[in-house]
């Protein structure tokens, strides 16, 4: 029988604080939300290994050393509306309700959404809801966001979601492309009127491409 009380304290202790996360809010909410729930019974075991883990149609758990470093990243306040996109079954989701005051998560698989909505109702977790849409279109009917997660890797800049966040708003997300891979953090400011978005790495990373965020082939003639 697996205590996986002791293996999320275990995540943290190995792979959370020792990669530089040293918000003690993450690494509490790391270590109390049960990360297995999240997965399918025959994966439970893996839940806490250093590895992105499939939860199924293509879609995936970012592994929680990279999870924790953009959550880090991202500066979340108690007072922030996030925008949590690819949710997948809703682990992501529990964790920055922890850390926010409301969250908005979108998946574009009907039946991750459904699953990740009864497990976070399960959870009693009521600052979050899960939203069925294209993930690449952000959610503009919900008004604008103080911080936009990604749950997985783009290959296009993000600039429809920029456009939803507030001024002082940040995104951040793993970018793959010719000049490699690496996880960003994109900081949007307001001026005078005039909007500036800061772009930055700020570690390298991999992972599974978002549904919708591809690089298109181009063709030469």
């Given at each position: 029988?697996?205590?996986?009380?002791?293996?999320?304290a275990?995540?943290?202790?190995?792979?959370v604080r020792?990669?530089?996360?040293?918000?003690?809010?993450?690494?509490?909410?790391?270590?109390?939300?049960?990360?297995?729930?999240?997965?399918?019974?025959?994966?439970?075991?893996?839940?806490?290994?250093?590895?992105?883990l499939?939860?199924?149609?293509?879609?995936?758990?970012?592994?929680?050393?990279?999870f924790?470093?953009?959550?880090?990243?991202a500066?979340?306040?108690?007072?922030?509306?996030?925008?949590?996109?690819g949710?997948?079954?809703?682990?992501?989701?529990?964790?920055?309700?922890?850390?926010?005051?409301?969250?908005?998560?979108?998946?574009?698989?009907?039946?991750?959404a459904?699953?990740?909505?009864?497990?976070?109702t399960e959870?009693?977790?009521?600052?979050?809801?899960v939203?069925?849409?294209?993930l690449?279109?952000?959610?503009?009917?919900?008004?604008k966001?103080d911080?936009?997660?990604?749950?997985?890797?783009i290959?296009?800049?993000p600039?429809?979601?920029?456009?939803?966040?507030?001024?002082?708003g940040?995104?951040?997300?793993?970018?793959g492309?010719?000049?490699?891979?690496?996880?960003?953090?994109?900081t949007?400011?307001?001026?005078?009127?005039?909007?500036t978005?800061?772009?930055?790495?700020?570690?390298?990373?991999?992972?599974p491409?978002?549904p919708?965020?591809?690089?298109?082939?181009?063709?030469?003639f």
């Amino acid at each position: 029988m697996i205590d996986f009380a002791a293996a999320r304290a275990n995540m943290v202790e190995c792979q959370v604080r020792p990669n530089d996360v040293t918000d003690i809010r993450i690494q509490q909410a790391m270590a109390r939300i049960p990360r297995e729930k999240f997965l399918p019974r025959a994966k439970q075991s893996l839940a806490y290994i250093g590895d992105h883990l499939s939860v199924g149609e293509g879609r995936f758990l970012l592994e929680p050393r990279c999870f924790a470093k953009l959550l880090q990243a991202a500066e979340i306040e108690p007072s922030d509306a996030v925008l949590d996109i690819g949710c997948a079954t809703g682990y992501s989701s529990a964790v920055l309700a922890h850390l926010a005051d409301a969250v908005v998560g979108l998946e574009c698989d009907k039946e991750l959404a459904r699953t990740a909505g009864e497990v976070l109702t399960e959870m009693g977790v009521d600052n979050a809801a899960v939203i069925t849409t294209e993930l690449a279109r952000g959610c503009p009917d919900q008004g604008k966001f103080d911080v936009i997660f990604l749950n997985g890797m783009i290959e296009i800049e993000p600039d429809s979601l920029l456009a939803q966040l507030k001024g002082g708003g940040r995104l951040v997300t793993v970018m793959g492309g010719p000049a490699g891979y690496y996880a960003y953090l994109f900081t949007k400011t307001i001026h005078d009127g005039r909007e500036t978005i800061d772009k930055r790495v700020i570690f390298d990373a991999s992972a599974p491409v978002l549904p919708g965020f591809e690089r298109q082939e181009e063709f030469v003639f």
